[in-house]
C-alpha cells in the first residue's frame, strides 16, 4: 500500500485499472454525505503498488484522500479484510503509533462493488529501498531506528485499552497461523513444492514456548510506512490487512526479512556494509528492540525467520493464483509462483544452517 502525494518520493499512480473501475459519481455521492467538509468534483486514481487490496487516491478542491477496496471477483473467506484495517487504525488513532486518519468504512457492496474505507491522506516519503540511496548514514540510522521505535511502540499498546481485546484471539498464534497459512496455501495450490510440504509438517512441531500477545501489524517493513518530508521520522504505518493479536516476534522476525532475503520486489540488506552505510546490522536492530520492550534476548530465533518465510510462501502463492485467475491487484502477479518456491526454500534453509533437522 503505498499514500503519498503524486509527485513525491516512492509513489507509482497512473489510470484506475479497467478491472477495477466503479461508480465514481455514486462513491462521491456518498462520500460528500459520509465524510464532513467532503466536496467534489473528484478525481481518481490508483496506486499501482502492493497484490492485495486495490488503493485510490481521491482528490478534490479541497483534500486528498486514499480509498482502499477490496478486490474484484471470488475472494477467499479469510482474505482481504479491509474492515479489520479500518478498526485497528481508528483504535490507534489514540495511542503514539502514528496512522493516517480513519474517516469512513463501507460496508454497502452496493456503492462502488465491494467494501471499503476512506483514510485521509498522508503527505511524506515512502521509502522503498531497504538501503536508502541517497541518504547520509546519520539519516538512515535515524530511519531504521524510528522503524524498530514504531514497532516498539505497536507492540507495547493496551489492547483492551484501546478496544482491540476481540481484534483476535489471545494465544495459540503460532499454532493458529501455521494451521492458516496451510489453508491458505493449499487453497491457491498449482502445484508441489517439497519444501513447503516439510515445512508444514515440521513448523507445528517445534513452536517454542512462551505465548505473548500484541498487535501484530502483519506486514511490518519500511515500505509500508509514510516518513516525514524531511526528517527521518515515521509519522503513518500502513496496510493492517494482515493485523491481529498476536506474536510480536512474528513482525520483529518479518520485519527483518531483507537481512536474509535477496528479493528484487522488495529490496534488500544482503551484504551491506552498515558501518559506513549507517544501517544498523541485524543484531544491532534486534538489541534495540529488546531494549524498548524489556527482553533479554531472542532464542529460537530461526523459527520466527522461517516461519515469516513459509507465511510470506503462502501469500506468494495466493498472489500467483489469483494472477492466474485474473483479479489480482497487480499485473505482476504471475510471476509469484517461483517467489513462493524460493522462499520455502529458503526457510527451509535457514533451519539447517541454524542445525535444526528438517
Known amino acids: ?162 478496544g482491540l481485546g476481540d481484534f483476535g484471539k489471545p494465544g495459540n498464534y503460532f499454532e493458529r497461523q501455521i494451521g492458516r497459512w496451510t489453508k491458505q496455501y493449499d487453497l491457491a495450490k498449482t502445484g508441489e513444492v517439497a519444501a513447503m510440504d516439510r515445512l508444514i509438517a515440521w513448523l507445528p512441531a517445534h513452536i517454542p514456548p512462551g505465548d505473548d500477545v500484541a498487535i501484530a501489524h502483519g506486514d511490518f517493513r519500511l515500505e509500508n510506512s509514510i516518513y516525514h518530508p524531511t526528517e527521518p521520522r515515521m509519522i503513518a504505518l500502513l496496510d493492517w490487512e494482515l493485523s491481529t493479536l498476536g506474536h510480536p516476534l512474528a513482525d520483529l522476525a518479518y520485519n527483518c526479512m531483507p537481512y536474509h532475503i535477496a528479493d528484487p520486489t522488495m529490496g534488500n540488506l544482503m551484504g551491506v556494509d552498515f558501518a559506513a552505510t549507517g544501517i544498523p546490522s541485524e543484531a544491532d536492530y534486534l538489541a534495540a528492540y529488546c531494549r524498548r520492550t524489556g527482553r533479554d534476548g531472542i532464542p529460537h530465533w530461526e523459527f520466527y525467520l522461517a516461519f515469516s518465510m513459509f507465511r510470506l510462501a503462502s501469500i506468494a502463492q495466493g498472489v500467483y493464483k489469483r494472477g492466474l485467475d485474473g483479479n489480482a491487484s497487480s499485473e505482476k502477479a504471475v510471476m509469484y509462483g517461483a517467489v513462493a518456491t524460493f522462499l520455502a526454500e529458503l526457510a527451509v534453509d535457514v533451519l539447517k544452517r541454524a542445525g535444526r533437522d528438517i
Open 1 to 162: 500500500m503505498v499514500v503519498v502525494a503524486p509527485g513525491e518520493q516512492g509513489v507509482d499512480i497512473g489510470a484506475v485499472r479497467e478491472a477495477h473501475r466503479f461508480d465514481e459519481d455514486r462513491l462521491a455521492e456518498y462520500l460528500t454525505a459520509a465524510i464532513p467538509g467532503f466536496a467534489g468534483p473528484m478525481e481518481v486514481r490508483q496506486f499501482k503498488g502492493g497484490q492485495s487490496n486495490p488503493t485510490f487516491l481521491l482528490t478534490t478542491p479541497g483534500r486528498r484522500y486514499v480509498l482502499r477496496k477490496k478486490p474484484p471477483g471470488k475472494l477467499l473467506a479469510s482474505a482481504h479484510q479491509i474492515e479489520r484495517e479500518y478498526k485497528v487504525i481508528e483504535a490507534l488513532a489514540a495511542t503514539e503509533v502514528p496512522v493516517a486518519p480513519a474517516l469512513v468504512l463501507c460496508e454497502d457492496p452496493e456503492i462502488i462493488g465491494t467494501a471499503f474505507y476512506v483514510m485521509g491522506h498522508v503527505d511524506g516519503r515512502v521509502l522503498r529501498d531497504p538501503q536508502l540511496p541517497g541518504l547520509m548514514p546519520e539519516e538512515r540510522a535515524a530511519i531504521y531506528d524510528s522503524m524498530n521505535d514504531v514497532l516498539a511502540k505497536l507492540h507495547k499498546v493496551d489492547v483492551a485499552a484501546v
